[in-house]
């Protein structure tokens, strides 16, 4: 038979239709994106190899927990409509309009650096050593919808004074506002595009605390700088987010005193952003994260109070705790030991949110 019409009996024969619809199928579904992000369990990772420097042995093993998160083509939107353990968010949720999922993933990065000096200052001034902190102002994140500043202030702005009183670091923001009542006015400066801005508005009330006022916007100190008095380091890899604050602060902690034993050979699993006044808060993925402590073994599982529910919708089998401080963390741990061998603890202040 001709090549020609060999050719042409396979171009028409049923089953050459069938692979290239499979192929091109195939293809839409592998480079189509879905407007998605899906997020999965990932593990719990012990971060005693991570964190090096002047510090002993640890008494036991403390470890962050992670969820994975990739852009969502249609194929894995396919996939996380299924399975009970994938979640899927619209991309807008993480991923600024004026960013990249490569945007977001280096904004991840930054936020886990700056997470592990604020860990670093907390464990060393929980423990007695002097440490000094500063930073170039406090940058707009995020503005929410309700808040009085929407339409104001945006993403990017870099607030240097708050009625009168200079925000090197978020926690001075903090301070001067939670001077303030809901419905008082606040004169906020900020620098956008190296032009001095100001603007005034009312605070609205904290969702999370009652008669306190708040602006409504989430915040970062912009190139926070520490001066540590001992050498201690971590890397954490590819692993990105703030969210192992807690989890860096407690391994700290055991190894800079660990005639305490403060661990006793336990596995803590841990979760948590944290501030330097030692204030653990929110993070996402709680319930996956659940799951991933349950999975390693873990003998507790430690997460931040507003996450408490999240934490028992995963339904595992392994005891949650909740905190709202790294000084409650640390007691639990020194009253759930068999020993009840004490460590000293500060009693850190518990500013305002913003």
Known sequence: ?????????LLSSSWFRTVVAALLVAAILWYVP????????GSAVDVGPMVMGELDEGTGHVMLTT????????LFWLYGTVHPRARLRPLEMYVRPDETFEDYLDRSREEMHQSQQTAKYVALDSVGYPVEVSGEGVEVVSVR?????????KAGDLIIEVSGETTEITEQLQRVIGKHQPGDEITVVVLRDEEKLD????????????GKGFIGIGILTHNMQFSFPIDVTVDAGAIGGPSAGLTFV??????????????E??????????????KVGAVGGVTMKTWAAENAGA????????????????????????????????EFLQQSKLGRTRLPAREFDRPAAA
């Open 67 to 74: 969820v994975v998160h990739r852009e969502a083509n249609l």
């Open 145 to 153: 919808e309700e808040s009085p500043a929407a339409g104001l202030l």
């Open 250 to 263: 407690l391994e700290m902690v055991d190894r800079l005193m660990p005639e305490s034993d403060l661990l």
């Open 299 to 330: 003998d507790v599982f430690i997460v931040p109070k507003e996450n408490h529910d999240d934490a028992l919708e995963a339904r595992a089998d392994i005891k949650i705790v909740a905190v709202s401080s790294v000084s409650e963390a640390i």
């Open 265 to 278: 050979g336990r596995k803590i699993a841990c979760t948590g952003t944290v501030n330097i006044n030692g």
């Open 34 to 41: 879905s407007g998605h992000i899906l997020t999965v369990p």
């Open 1 to 9: 038979m001709p090549l020609r019409d060999r050719l042409s009996e």
């Open 199 to 210: 603007f005034t508005f009312p605070l609205m009330e904290n969702p999370e605390e009652e």
